[in-house]
């Protein structure tokens, strides 16, 4: 029996001992006091253990109750051990989970390359260390075409392959970062001016392969845009805005790469003053309607009107729209414009009435105008308040607006379709995907760019480009208008095309309400008037 006790207390006390062991472990990690007194108090037992053994090897007494009290110091030492093994193991996925948790933080999960996050971080502490630097945005064009056209999988993979592309070609030179949708940031702190080259040089060539996607191969364009630290600034969101900047650049000028200069902060502040002028100027209502006719080929008469904004300056000139709308549509006031042209050209429906004007009104819309539901609200509340603006207006809109954002165009041109609302595309033949867009979507009508109705005469493929756009618009049963009609020459040759409509300084230039005149005879005047 006494045999039994002692080795009953013995396997006691080395539980003791192995949770003793866990219980250092746990104390390193967590520095907690209550844990070191635990392990103080696993002492003080085991030493205890030591002491009753001690003392039944020394005075054997074997009875029950020795027994008892040996089961009891068995069962005690391994309920310590259990329970300072489990909170260890706890203790151990709690801090994996942790590390998972902190890796996800600062890690994309679809490419797997280290966030916008980790690009500050990192970017902090080289600044920090002082260590000469650039800063490269990259960004890939077009890449929301893509995805709404080949489907989200295809964008994700496309994503992933370009990342590994670049990731796998300068891990020598610099650290590749994802820090938006469709953005990345590369960090090099190569000391030699080739270091950076090189890794430009990299970049531009992964980007010109084609990538294999689903047995598909696409070619992916890069805008990049590069800032230097501390040439460029010393500050590191000044540098990163400044980075930002030259992608802009590059993206808007269609060029693969741009280092930052100052006359980029110049243009950004101008664009900044620009906003502020047209807020401004659509507060004090300084902005004008003018409208060109759409002309009916074969009858010559008139058929609608198209309004084009225009907007005077103290000097008597005209700032070009197609300059202002561009700025307008990089901020939300591209939405107040349109309301307002729209507005503006309800209002003056009775004035163009008594003018003699019968047939439709053209609007130019944007690609933010077709992106947001509070421009959908907007019409569906003047079509609310008078549902015979349907037989009035038609809205022009350019492919490349329509391919913004594909999905939402569709989904609000569908809508107002519904609602009876007409749709042209604008400037047909500039953008792309044209052909599905027709597909898709119930066109009303397309307007051949002026591009190829001027040069039709003169450029056969042009003259081509303009026959098979007729074709195709009545195979489609849309009308169609060939719009920069200047000639007499090129009206002849579009209505032996069969063309429907034709508009262009031929006939009228753009004009306001008071001068405008519902008859061919003038507009055909007033080409000599104003040339
Ligand atoms: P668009 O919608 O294609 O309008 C036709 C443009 O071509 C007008 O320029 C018009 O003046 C010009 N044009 C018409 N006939 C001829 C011609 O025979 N020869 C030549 N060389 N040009 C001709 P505008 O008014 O400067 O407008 C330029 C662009 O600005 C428009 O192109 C349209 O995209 C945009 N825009 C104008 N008004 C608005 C507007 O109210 N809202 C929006 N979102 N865009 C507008
Ligand atoms: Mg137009
Ligand atoms: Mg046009």
Redesign the pocket.
């Known amino acids: 029996m006494s045999e039994f006790f002692i080795a009953t207390i013995i396997a006691g006390t080395i539980f003791l001992l192995a949770s003793l062991v866990s219980t250092l472990r746990i104390c390193r990690k967590t520095s907690l006091a209550s844990w070191y007194l635990l392990f103080y108090f696993i002492i003080l037992f085991i030493i205890g253990y030591v002491g009753i053994l001690y003392y039944f090897v020394s005075f054997p007494i074997d009875t029950m109750l020795v027994s008892i009290v040996a089961c009891i110091l068995f069962g005690g030492g391994a309920f310590v051990f259990l329970v300072i093994k489990l909170s260890y193991g706890s203790l151990l996925s709690i801090e994996k989970a942790v590390e998972v948790q902190r890796y996800q933080a600062e890690h994309d999960a679809l490419t797997g390359l280290p966030n916008r996050k980790m690009f500050f971080k990192n970017l902090a502490k080289t600044l920090a260390d002082d260590t000469s630097c650039s800063v490269l945005f990259i960004d890939l064009n077009d890449f929301k075409q893509v995805n709404d056209t080949f489907g989200h999988h295809f964008g994700d993979q496309l994503l992933i392959a370009t990342a590994r592309g670049i990731q796998q070609n300068i891990s020598n030179y610099a650290s590749l970062y994802r820090i938006g949708g469709d953005e990345f940031a590369v960090l090099t702190t190569y000391q030699s001016a080739n270091g950076l080259e090189q890794c430009v040089d990299i970049i531009t060539k992964v980007a010109k392969q084609p990538v294999e996607i689903d047995e598909q191969f696409i070619n992916v364009r890069l805008s990049i845009g590069v800032s230097h630290y501390p040439q460029d600034s010393v500050d590191m969101h000044e540098l990163v805005r400044f980075a930002d900047l030259a992608m802009y650049e590059a993206k808007n000028t269609k060029q693969t790469l741009i280092f930052y200069h100052d006359k980029l902060i110049q243009k950004e502040s101008n664009f900044l003053l620009m906003t502020t002028k047209i807020q401004t100027a659509i507060e004090a209502g300084e902005f004008l309607l003018f409208y ?1 006719p759409v002309i009916c080929a074969k009858s010559g008469e008139e058929h609608g009107l ?4 225009r907007w005077p300056q103290p000097d008597g000139s005209y700032l ?3 300059y202002f ?1 561009k700025i307008a549509e990089r901020s939300t006031l ?1 939405l107040s ?2 309301k307002w ?1 729209i507005f503006e050209a309800l209002n003056n429906l009775p004035r163009l009435y008594e003018a003699g004007f019968s047939g439709s009104l053209h ?4 690609a933010q105008d077709l992106k947001s539901h509070d421009f959908y609200e907007f019409i569906c509340s003047l079509h609310e308040n008078d549902t015979t603006i349907t037989d009035v207006l038609v809205f ?1 809109i ?1 492919e490349s607006a329509m391919m913004t954002d594909i999905k939402c165009a569709r989904e609000i041109i569908l809508a107002l379709t519904e609602k009876g609302f007409q749709f042209s595309i ?2 047909f033949g500039t953008g792309f995907s044209s052909f599905s867009l027709l597909r898709e979507l119930s066109i009303n009508q397309i307007k051949i760019d ?1 591009s190829f109705v ?1 040069g039709m005469l003169t450029q056969k493929a042009d003259y081509a480009i303009v026959k098979s756009i007729v074709f195709l618009a009545e195979q489609l049963d849309c009308s169609v208008v060939a ?4 000639d007499y020459e090129t009206e002849q040759a579009l209505i032996s095309l069969n063309c429907d409509y034709v ?4 006939y009228s ?2 004009l306001p309400i008071e001068n405008l005149r519902m008859n061919i005879n003038h507009f055909k005047k007033s080409i000599n008037e104003f040339n």
Do not use: H, K, M, W
């Open positions: 060109q198209e309004a084009l904004i070009s729209p197609e709308i591209i414009l349109t042209v609007i130019n819309l944007s022009e350019t604008d400037d002026r001027s719009e920069g009609v200047e508009q262009g300084f031929y230039r753009p």
